[in-house]
């Protein structure tokens, strides 16, 4: 970087002098009736004047050769950043392409039964479900039951054999008993007995 400062510094410097030169020529012509030592001044200005001219030629050439280089320099950089950069792209690419390989398992469409498709679900959720068939949306009672247990259904059910109670969401049933999941109580509104999934009722009150 300094000698290229330098070597701009010198080729002003040459400019410079050139141009003084011209105009210290032009000045001594610009005179009438020259005598010898005037005469000789713009021999010798002319001579430097020459010399000047052969130096900033030489500098001019220089200074060619040396962007001729520098050009051919960037151009090979750019071609590198440019080879560095798709390179780059190019790997970027190949890891994105390899991961999703890695995520994706490929399927046969054969294998996707009903069976095939629940026991997946049950594998990858075996935790979830044991989670959700421990909340209850009743409270479960022990073998007998008081006769103070009141409790509301839930949803609509209507009778699968003789013996059932048929329900209508809303419905109070007094407990009768409770065994399992079948309870045995008595529908408040008409005082009809039956047998009714424990599933179904929630807990209201005592009465």
Not at 169 to 177: F, N, R, V
């Amino acid at each position: 970087m300094e000698k290229g400062k330098k070597f701009v510094g010198n080729r002003h410097k040459l400019l410079k002098q050139k141009k003084h030169l011209k105009l210290a020529i032009e000045k001594i012509k610009a005179k009438k009736g020259l005598d010898v030592s005037e005469h000789r001044g713009i021999y010798e200005n002319n001579l430097k004047l020459d010399e000047v001219n052969n130096k900033l030629e030489t500098f001019d050439m220089i200074l060619a050769s040396d962007l001729q280089h520098l050009e051919d320099k960037v151009k090979e950089i750019g071609n590198m950043l440019s080879l560095t950069i798709l390179f780059s792209q190019l790997r970027i690419q190949y890891l994105l392409y390899t991961s999703a390989e890695n995520i994706i398992t490929p399927q046969n469409a054969s294998d996707l039964g009903k069976e095939a498709i629940t026991d997946c679900f049950i594998r990858a959720h075996a935790q979830c479900l044991s989670r959700v068939k421990r909340i209850r949306l009743v409270q479960y009672m022990g073998q007998t039951a008081g006769n103070n247990q009141l409790y509301q259904a839930l949803y609509d059910f209507e009778p699968q054999k003789s013996g059932d109670l048929s329900l209508v969401a809303g419905d109070l049933i007094k407990l009768i008993s409770a065994e399992g999941n079948w309870w045995k109580g008595l529908r408040i509104k008409d005082g009809v007995v039956g047998n009714f999934p424990s599933n179904y009722v929630f807990k209201k009150s005592i009465i």
